[in-house]
């Protein structure tokens, strides 16, 4: 009897389902410690409760790969990844092993293996831009975090950047002691702090573009940035870090692209009506994303797999402001394998 060739004994891998999260935790910190100066730490009792709210929310979304965006202390987040009942043996949250300093980091936690973590701060060279009243804007705020993940069943690895842009915050002018040194009633002075501030997000922006064009540039290697942007996905900022309009003119650009997941999603059933992350003075916005390289879009022929449906956890900005809940919503996509 003829043996099958070595391709015939083969068997395809089953398709798999990937859960990818983003979570805004709004100022995850240890108790006791001080994050900001204009806020009191949590006390043991409430620090009890944000960890319970935060980790009965992990074991909802229950992602295999979550980015997370306001962590101060990682030992915190690691609390919170504990009380979800989960297992995640990978969570990291870098600058804040010891507790972060100045602004919250970005963070991680995934049910795979990670190869590498990086995380990156300066702009790359060239990239500086100069705020008027305050100087060249050089790094990240927030430094981005950029993980290289095993996929299940051999199929190769998954970059994973995540972000938190710059807020629209205004960004008055201030001394080192943190004294304002200009009057904040002022509508001039007003405009003039917003400029910075959308100064500073759009050269955060410009910076992560070309972070995300150096890994994806003539390679086949999915990558999905997820995060807080602070601006919705068609503004001017978000779409310098996302490019996709420049597909329109240009078909090769789609290499480097990235493809917001609420838009790539193959199930038509999903309403997106209810998709808003964050609501500003009662304006709902979508200020948390994930956005996946082509070879999450099924339309494309380097595809090899596709978004299946996009859902946003938005229940708990109707219940009231209370610093245990977070003030974003969370986004979670679910990627099918072929």
Known sequence: MSQPDAAGDRTPPAP???????????????P????YDNQEPYGA???????????????RLNADVIAFQEVWDEAALRDAVAASGLRYPHVAAPGAEQGAVGTPRVAIASRWSVRELNSHAAFAAAQAVAVPEIGEHSAFERPILEALI???GDRGTLRVLVAHLKSK???????????PLENRDDVAVQARATLRALMMRAAEAAALRVLVHARLAGTRE??????????GPHAVTTQMVAATQAIAYDRAARDTALF?????QTDATIRRDVAYSHVHQGWPEVLDQIWVSEEF???????????RHVEYFNDHLQEGRDRVRSDHGFVRAQVLLR
Request: a negative charge.
């Open 16 to 30: 798999a389902a990937l859960q990818l999260a983003s979570c805004n935790l709004l100022n995850l910190a240890n």
């Open 32 to 35: 006791g410690r001080l994050f």
């Open 45 to 59: 009792d409430e620090y009890a409760r944000k960890i319970a709210w935060v980790g009965a929310q992990i074991r």
């Open 150 to 152: 095993d996929m299940p």
């Open 169 to 179: 915050r205004p960004k008055f002018l201030q001394d080192t002691a943190g004294e």
């Open 222 to 231: 999915p990558l999905v940035l997820m995060g807080d942007l602070n601006d």
């Open 260 to 264: 917001h997941a609420v838009d790539a």
């Open 297 to 307: 879009v099924a339309a494309s022929r380097f595809a090899i797999g596709d978004v």
